[in-house]
């Protein structure tokens, strides 16, 4: 299912800043390796999401592609995308915006994955594929919510296809594959119950959300809601000249952050900031730097500083703090200064 423009503004969203920082940030960077977004019910989670349609840039693709192809990237071409183009057929280009795919939490793995349909394949000795997910999903963003409750193997299938950007299935020695790389975004109470620590991990940040405490923000949230609910396309025209703004912020963003520099010593505080919070392995470092990267590309930077890696660390550190039975997770902010100032 894809969300429709209709949705909330994301420029309308009162407070939230931290999560809505998260999304943009994927959505400059893909690479930064998605966001889960963790909280109590009716803390505007999907809310948040699916308004990202609002806001999401065009890209190219290859028209009549069942995989939108990237033109500009021929390694990550369908097989179809790639005979054509080694047939000599002209392929035409066509441009749209990223899309919200949501997973259903019913899904059975053969609807995300597709199908191969194996009597086509006796018949005729051609291979016949029917899409799920995965396809529509690529150089997409895959929202799942209520994340953790799905099934570890499902889940599993989801964060390979996101981290390999293909997705390969095989039924009776019969396989295909086709592009597959997505932003995945999950959403999940943890009231409901946690995600394992070894899933947790492969989300490049994570975000913890609470409902407001301030009567004035509680109030503004009510009387958005009222009047979107009232009449959608005037409450949408009316966040319109902001949403246009954000959009066009995003847009420079991601034409320029791979020209923001990394410098030596902004990489080596990275790495001091994961050493200290005991971090395993070196996903966290790297995640830390491209969010880093992002985030300064979003505000206008040529180069990353000590802010970026302030505003990014929590999201990157979050999830992958390790904490004691019954301990809340999340990052101690006065330990992070204390950590800036001494490297």
Same mark, same amino acid.
């Given at each position: 299912?894809?969300?429709?423009?209709?949705?909330?503004?994301?420029?309308?969203?009162?407070? @939230?800043?931290?999560?809505?920082?998260?999304?943009?940030?994927?959505?400059?960077?893909?690479?930064?390796?998605?966001?889960?977004? &963790?909280?109590?019910?009716?803390?505007?989670?999907?809310?948040?999401?699916?308004?990202?349609?609002?806001?999401?840039?065009?890209?190219?693709?290859?028209?009549?592609?069942?995989?939108?192809?990237?033109?500009?990237?021929?390694?990550?071409?369908?097989?179809?995308?790639?005979?054509? *183009?080694?047939?000599?057929?002209?392929?035409?280009?066509?441009?749209?915006?990223?899309?919200?795919?949501?997973?259903?939490?019913?899904?059975?793995?053969? &609807?995300?994955?597709?199908?191969?349909?194996?009597?086509?394949?006796? @018949?005729?000795?051609?291979?016949?594929?029917?899409?799920?997910?995965?396809?529509?999903?690529?150089?997409?963003?895959?929202?799942?919510?209520?994340?953790?409750?799905?099934?570890?193997?499902?889940?599993?299938?989801?964060?390979?296809?996101?981290?390999?950007?293909? /997705?390969?299935?095989? &039924?009776?020695?019969?396989?295909?594959?086709?592009?597959?790389?997505?932003?995945?975004?999950?959403?999940? /109470?943890?009231?409901?119950?946690?995600?394992?620590?070894?899933?947790?991990?492969?989300?490049?940040?994570?975000?913890?959300?609470?409902?407001?405490?301030?009567?004035?923000?509680?109030?503004?949230?009510?009387?958005?809601?009222?009047?979107?609910?009232?009449?959608?396309?005037?409450?949408?025209?009316?966040? *319109?000249?902001?949403?246009?703004?954000?959009?066009?912020?995003?847009?420079?963003?991601?034409? &320029?952050?791979?020209? =923001?520099?990394?410098?030596?010593?902004?990489?080596?505080?990275?790495?001091?900031?994961?050493?200290?919070?005991?971090?395993?392995?070196?996903?966290?470092?790297?995640?830390?730097? *491209?969010?880093?990267?992002?985030?300064?590309?979003?505000?206008?930077?040529?180069?990353?500083?000590?802010?970026?890696?302030?505003? =990014?660390?929590?999201?990157?550190?979050?999830?992958?703090?390790?904490?004691?039975?019954?301990?809340?997770?999340?990052?101690?902010?006065?330990?992070?200064?204390?950590?800036?100032?001494?490297?």
């Amino acid at each position: 299912m894809i969300s429709k423009k209709r949705s909330f503004p994301f420029t309308a969203i009162v407070d @939230q800043d931290e999560m809505k920082r998260a999304l943009i940030l994927n959505i400059i960077d893909p690479d930064v390796g998605g966001v889960l977004i &963790r909280g109590e019910k009716g803390t505007a989670k999907s809310t948040a999401v699916r308004s990202l349609a609002h806001v999401l840039p065009e890209i190219e693709y290859v028209k009549g592609c069942r995989f939108r192809c990237d033109p500009a990237h021929p390694e990550m071409l369908c097989s179809e995308c790639m005979s054509a *183009r080694e047939a000599g057929v002209v392929q035409e280009i066509e441009r749209g915006p990223i899309r919200v795919v949501e997973l259903p939490l019913s899904a059975t793995e053969d &609807r995300i994955a597709g199908t191969l349909d194996l009597e086509h394949v006796l @018949q005729t000795g051609k291979k016949r594929f029917e899409p799920g997910v995965l396809a529509q999903a690529n150089r997409n963003i895959l929202y799942v919510d209520e994340v953790n409750l799905l099934e570890d193997h499902i889940v599993d299938l989801l964060l390979d296809s996101a981290a390999m950007g293909v /997705n390969y299935v095989e &039924r009776e020695g019969v396989s295909f594959s086709h592009p597959s790389k997505f932003i995945l975004i999950g959403s999940m /109470n943890p009231e409901e119950g946690e995600l394992r620590p070894q899933l947790l991990d492969r989300f490049g940040l994570c975000v913890d959300i609470v409902g407001d405490k301030y009567v004035s923000s509680r109030a503004e949230v009510v009387m958005r809601r009222l009047e979107y609910d009232s009449d959608p396309d005037a409450f949408i025209e009316k966040f *319109r000249p902001e949403t246009e703004i954000l959009c066009e912020k995003i847009a420079i963003a991601r034409d &320029r952050f791979k020209d =923001v520099e990394i410098s030596q010593n902004m990489v080596e505080v990275a790495s001091n900031i994961a050493i200290y919070f005991k971090m395993e392995g070196h996903r966290a470092d790297i995640t830390m730097v *491209r969010a880093a990267r992002a985030n300064a590309a979003f505000e206008g930077k040529d180069s990353i500083d000590r802010d970026d890696l302030r505003t =990014v660390a929590p999201m990157v550190l979050t999830h992958r703090i390790k904490k004691k039975p019954f301990e809340k997770s999340g990052l101690d902010r006065e330990e992070l200064e204390e950590c800036l100032r001494m490297y």
